[in-house]
Structures are given as C-alpha cells and as structure tokens.
C-alpha cells in the first residue's frame, strides 16, 4: 500500500471517529438538557394530590338572638266608677310575641318601679309620689319586682288628701308566683302613685 493511501485512510477513519464522537456528544447534551423538561412534573403532582380544593368559603351562621321572657301571671281585674263596673282577665304566658302588650306593661312599670325605689333609698329630696309609701324589698330571681309592683301603701306614709278620680279597682290572682289581692283607688298621692303604676290594668277596660 502507497503511503499516499495510507494517509488518505488515516485522516477518514479519525474524521469518521470525530464526527461519532461530536454525535455522542450531541446526544449526551440533548438528554442532559432536554430530557428532563419532557418529564412531567412528580413534585408539582405530588403537591397537587396532597393539597385538599379548598373552596368556597362559608360564612359562619350569626347566633341566634334569645328574646327575654315576659312576666308570667294570671290576674281578675273588676273596675268601677260611680254607677258602672267592669271586670276583665289578664294572662301572661311569658311569650312576648304572643301575650297582651298589657304584660309587657306591667313588667316596664315592674323595672322603673325597682329602679326609683332604690334611687330613693336615703334620698330626702325624692317626692312621695315615686316612693308610693313602699318600703323597698330586696328583689330575687323568681321575682324580679313583681311583688314590689302591688305593694300597697305602708302605715304611717305621709300623702296629701287629694282626691283625683273616683275609679276604683279590685286585682286578684297570681303574678310572678306571688299571690295578688290588692284594691286600687285614687283617693290620696299615694293612692294615685299607685294607680298610675298599675293603670296598663285599668286602661285595657271599658
């Protein structure tokens, strides 16, 4: 063999090798960079499993509001003025939505009652009229100033002689567990203090 051809061949076979080796080369780059891209995406699926679809928020229901209870009692009330008489019930089941708004009445006169009889307690500038000549009770939770409210006139009570009406009232039964058995008039201050107090009893008749 000439060593022309010799020459010839050696430069074709390190060519041929050169060019293998840039292809492997190649391919090796190709899946280093390219390959993993064409993967899918383990962590994000992965996270994606794990994560719970959150959704749409629900709004946290409002508490309910409890309406108070109302006064309970059941009372006879006979009226009468000169020459006429009247009678008439009352009954207070405690439901406010469903009694007479003359229980709810009585229970606002009940609360204002308590309220000036314990501001008056070593007041002397309160007039008589918001005393009414009671002796104040301390009150309790089964009777939250139910008793107070048909107190009568205690003994001894300073009141003017004044007449203003000749209505006169008889109230009987029970309220707030207390029994009731109590004669309204308006003869006197005090008197009237009282008629005034307990007239959501009087006003409903006739």
């Keep these: 063999m000439s060593p022309s051809h010799r020459d010839h061949r050696s430069r074709g076979t390190i060519g041929t090798a050169m060019l293998a080796g840039a292809c492997c080369v190649g391919a090796i780059a190709y899946g280093v960079v390219v390959g993993p891209s064409m993967m899918p995406p383990q962590d994000v699926q992965a996270t994606t499993a794990m994560t719970p679809d959150a959704g749409p928020a629900v709004p946290e229901p409002e508490p309910e509001e409890v309406a108070e209870p109302g006064p309970v009692g059941y009372l006879q009330i006979q009226l009468s003025d000169r020459d006429r008489a009247w009678v008439q019930t009352l009954r207070c089941t405690g439901v406010v939505e469903e009694d007479p ?29 918001a005393l009414a000549g ?16 048909f107190t009568e006139v205690g003994e001894g009570t300073v009141c003017t002689d004044k007449v203003y009406g000749q209505e006169e009232a008889t109230v009987v039964g029970t309220w707030e567990g207390q029994e009731v058995e109590t004669t309204l008039t308006r003869k006197g201050s005090c008197e009237e203090a009282r008629w005034q107090r307990l007239r959501a009893l009087t006003d409903q008749i006739g």
Excluded: N
């Excluded at 009585?106 to 307690?121: C, D, N, P």
């Excluded at 009150?139 to 008793?147: F, Y």
């Design 134 to 149: 009671v002796e104040a009770e301390p009150t309790t939770a089964a009777d939250p100033g139910g008793e107070q409210l």
């Design 101 to 129: 708004a003359t229980c709810a009445d009585l229970a606002l006169a009940a609360v204002e009652f308590q309220g000036r009889t314990e501001g008056a307690e070593g007041s002397e500038e309160e007039p008589e009229e």
